[in-house]
């Protein structure tokens, strides 16, 4: 059973920046996807066991960074230059087995998922 706990969410002004954190029991492909109110949960960024490969939803490109500390198995989202509609629940989610990377966007390549951290951006 692969545990992922998640934390590092909060309210921030438009512009700010919030690190979210995921500590997972092990080491593997991690995405990290959001759902923001009324909408369907969708992909925001990819990383792939040793750090090495990473791949981003093309609107948060630039703006997040996602990394990991392979030491600690834990990942990171680093978001900047947060903007109102980056408002949304904000969930990791574990890959144990990837096929091909292109796939890493889809919620059913995910085994895992954290429970889930709120990411307010007020304008």
């Known amino acids: 059973q692969v545990q992922l706990v998640e934390s590092g969410g909060g309210l921030v002004q438009a512009g700010g920046s919030l690190r979210l954190s995921c500590a997972a029991s092990g080491r593997y492909a991690m995405g990290w996807f959001r759902q923001a109110p009324g909408k369907e949960r969708e992909f925001v960024a990819a990383i792939n066991w040793s750090g090495g490969v990473t791949t981003y939803l093309d609107s948060v490109r630039g703006r997040f960074t996602i990394s990991r500390d392979t030491a600690k198995n834990t990942i990171y989202l680093q978001m900047n230059s947060l903007k109102p509609e980056d408002t949304a629940v904000y969930y990791c989610?574990?890959?144990?087995?990837?096929?091909?990377?292109?796939?890493?966007?889809?919620?059913?390549?995910?085994?895992?998922w954290g429970q889930g951290t709120q990411v307010a951006v007020s304008s």
């Open positions: 989610a574990a890959n144990l087995n990837v096929g091909r990377w292109a796939s890493i966007r889809r919620e059913s390549e995910y085994d895992y």
